[in-house]
T-cell receptor, first 113, second 117 residues
Framework: GQQLNQSPQSMFIQEGEDVSMNCTSS?????WLWYKQDPGEGPVLLIA???AGELTSNGRLTAQFGITRKDSFLNISASIPSDVGIYFC?????????????WGLGTSLAVNP | NAGVMQNPRHLVRRRGQEARLRCSPM?????VYWYRQLPEEGLKFMVY????????ESGMPKERFSAEFPKEGPSILRIQQVVRGDSAAYFC???????????????FGPGTRLTVT
């Protein structure tokens, strides 16, 4: 099935560093969503983006909907140990009744205290 | 304001048995989605449903797997005659009604870990 290209696949950083990850697609998306999954838990929605160019923050997290509508990035500033986890991007491809999301394969983040 | 509920959290079945996984969506949500996740891998879409209707089952295996979302009660993912390869985490998500914006936001439950022995 269709997937988003999410990069990097994994990151290992020092506490306090900033982090950036992104997702790209050859298709145009109407919605971009960013999730975080902790071990043994379900993904938790972090940020939702609905318009091209939109920049949205949630605490130390900032995400943007690319102006071409084919990409999105997520930044985490001043990382802390609890940022450890897997971050997934997801996009909604078609307007209207098709609610199926296309998913990236995830970015695994490790933070060294 | 309960979130998405899934039960059981852990399920052990012997090969050949049936597994039933339950999902209660968030209050007011109209759509339910089922995903499968293997260790160290991403989420694999299986099916999404509205009350009494399967909308998209393009990710469901053709045999042994079925899903329903009845008018009353939780959504059920049913796996018949389980095999070892069915061992995985199964996640349910739900989303609110509508056709724009927040209606595409999916909220996940804690998952059911299925182990087939």
């Amino acid at each position: 099935g269709q997937q988003l290209n999410q990069s990097p696949q994994s990151m290992f950083i020092q506490e306090g560093e900033d982090v950036s990850m992104n997702c790209t697609s050859s298709s145009i998306f109407n919605t971009w969503l960013w999730y975080k999954q902790d071990p043994g838990e379900g993904p938790v929605l972090l940020i939702a983006l609905y318009k091209a160019g939109e920049l949205t923050s949630n605490g130390r997290l900032t995400a943007q909907f690319g102006i071409t509508r084919k990409d999105s990035f997520l930044n985490i500033s001043a990382s802390i140990p609890s940022d450890v986890g897997i971050y997934f991007c997801a996009g909604q491809l078609n307007a209207g009744n098709n609610r199926k999301l296309i998913w990236g394969l995830g970015t695994s983040l490790a933070v060294n205290p | 304001n309960a979130g998405v509920m899934q039960n059981p959290r852990h399920l052990v079945r012997r090969r050949g048995q049936e597994a039933r996984l339950r999902c209660s969506p968030m209050k007011g949500h109209s759509h339910v989605y089922w995903y499968r996740q293997l260790p160290e891998e991403g989420l694999k879409f299986m099916v999404y449903l509205q009350k009494e209707n399967i909308i998209d089952e393009s990710g469901m295996p053709k045999e042994r797997f079925s899903a329903e979302f009845p008018k009353e009660g939780p959504s059920i993912l049913r796996i018949q005659q389980v095999v070892r390869g069915d061992s995985a985490a199964y996640f349910c998500a739900s989303s609110p009604p509508g056709t724009v914006g927040r209606s595409y936001e999916q909220y996940f439950g804690p998952g059911t870990r299925l182990t087939v022995t």
